[in-house]
C-alpha cells in the first residue's frame, strides 16, 4: 500500500490538484496497488498545503502506519514543499518515498492551466534533504500518470519498498558452521544486526539429534516425504535417502516456525553426507521455490542477496557460484551449483546425486540435488557482503540473460551473457567480492539499487 501525497500551492492552479488525484488514484488502481490519501472534503481537494492539511495528511498515514509500504509525493501544480516534507515528518513512517511531478501542456500555459510542478519537484526534493528524508525519483523529471514509463516507475518503486521493508527486522537462520574450507563465507553478524537484520543459530548436531527421535509413520515425516516426491522426479534414489529427506525437512520447518525465520543457510559440506547419508538440497530448492530462500555452505550474506531478490522479484531466488568461462566470448560465462537450485529456474529438473562429493563420501550419501539446465530469459544478480575491514554493508547487482546454449555437464548449470562481463570480474576480485552470487530471473536491478543504497545506506555497484 502506498500513501498518496497531492501537493499544493495556493495561488497555482488548484483545479489541476482535482483532476491530477484522480488520475493518479486510477492509474494505481489499474496497476494493482492499494492506496490511502486524504478524502477530497479532508482538505481542499484531498491535496496538502497547509501547516494543517500536513498535521491530517500526517495522522492518516499514522494510522495505516503497518500497511503504508512507500508514499508517492504528486505534484498536480507546483506543490507546498514544506507541507510535504511536514507531513513526512510527523507521520515518521520510515518508508520509500517517490517524488513525482506532472508534465506541462504547452499549449495550456496561461495562468489558469501552468502546473509549474517542473519547479515546484526541486524545490520539494531540496526541503526533504534538509529534513533528512531519502527519496526516490522517476526517471524523468515531469511524467503524465499515464505515461508507460511512469507506470514502469511505480512498479520499480513498489519492489523497492517491498525490498526495505522485508528486510526490517527481518530474521534467517544458519544450520551448522561455516565449512571448514570455505573462508569465503565469513561475515559480521553485527554488520547484518545494525541494518535489522537478526541471525538465529542451530548446531547440525541438534538437527540430526531432533531426527533421531523421529518415526518414519509419523504424519509430518509422511506429508514432507509425499511433497519431496510431487516436486521432483525421484526415480531410481532409494527410499531410505527419501525418508532421510523427509525427516531432516520437518526438523528444519519446526525449527523455522519456533524461531519465526524467512530463510535459512545451511552447512552441507560435508558433515551431512558423511554422518547422515544425504544432501539437503532438494529440500532447499522446496524452500526457495516456496518464496523462503535457503543458501548452501552456510553463506548468510549470500543468503540476505537471495532474500533481497525474492523480496524484489516476488520469485524465487537461488545462490551460484560464478564459475566457467564459456568458450572464448569475454561476455559470457557459466554458472553453477550442485545444485539446490529452485526448480522455478529450469525447464527440466530432476533429483539426483552430487557428484562432487560423491568421490569423497560414496554416492549412496549423495542422493537429492537437483539437477538440470537454467531455462534462458532475463535474471538480476546480486551479492552482498558484510565488509568488516571497513565497518560496513557493501553489495554490487546488475543485470544479464539466461541463454539458450547447453553444456555436457552436471549438476544446476547456465550459459550467461552479461554487458561488459570482463569489467565486472575485475571488480569483484579487486574488492574481493565472494565466488556466490545471488540470482533471480525477473529485472530488478534499478529497484534493488535504490532500496539498498537510498535507503538502507550499504554500498551499492550497480553494473551496466
Sequence with gaps: MLGIIVGNRGFFPAHLCESGRRDILRVLEEEGIKSVTLPPDATKFGAVESLSDAQKCADLFKAHRDEIDGILVTLPNFGDERAVANTLRWANLDVPVLIHAFNDDAGKMTIRDRRDSFCGKMSVCNNLRQYGIPYSLTRLHTMAPDNPDFRADLRRFAATCNVVRRLKNARIGAIGARPAAFNTVRYSEKLLEASGITVETLDLSEALGWVRKMKDDEREVQDKLGAIQGYTSV?????????????????????????????????????????????????????????????????????????????????????????????????????????????????????????????????????????GRISPGP??????????????????????????????????????????????????????????????????????????????????????
Design 235 to 371: 526415480a531410481g534414489i532409494p527410499k531410505e535417502s527419501l525418508m532421510k529427506m523427509a525427516k531432516l525437512g520437518v526438523a528444519i520447518d519446526r525449527w523455522v516456525k519456533d524461531k519465526q525465520l524467512s530463510a535459512t543457510a545451511i552447512q552441507c559440506w560435508t558433515a551431512l553426507e558423511e554422518f547422515y547419508g544425504v544432501v539437503p538440497c532438494t529440500l532447499m530448492s522446496m524452500m526457495s521455490n516456496n518464496l523462503m530462500p535457503s543458501a548452501c555452505e552456510t553463506d548468510i550474506a549470500g543468503l540476505v542477496g537471495m532474500y533481497i531478490l525474492q523480496a524484489a522479484s516476488r520469485s524465487p531466488a537461488a545462490l551460484l557460484d560464478w564459475n566457467n568461462n564459456f568458450s572464448t566470448d569475454p561476455n559470457k560465462g557459466v554458472v553453477f551449483h550442485c545444485s539446490n537450485l529452485p526448480k522455478a529456474f529450469f525447464g527440466e529438473q530432476k533429483m539426483d546425486y552430487q557428484e562432487i562429493i560423491a568421490g569423497t563420501v560414496g554416492k549412496e550419501n549423495t542422493y537429492g540435488t537437483i539437477v
Design 379 to 464: 535474471f538480476t544478480y546480486c551479492r552482498v557482503s558484510t565488509d568488516d575491514l571497513c565497518g560496513k554493508m557493501s553489495s554490487y547487482v546488475g543485470e544479464g540473460r539466461f541463454t539458450e546454449e547447453k553444456l555436457d555437464t552436471f549438476g544446476g548449470y547456465g550459459v550467461i551473457e552479461l554487458p561488459n562481463f570482463q569489467k565486472l570480474l575485475q571488480f569483484i576480485c579487486k574488492n574481493g567480492y565472494e565466488h556466490h552470487v545471488a540470482a533471480t530471473k525477473a529485472s530488478v536491478g534499478d529497484a534493488i539499487e535504490d532500496a539498498l543504497s537510498t535507503y538502507l545506506r550499504w554500498d551499492v555497484y550497480h553494473h551496466r
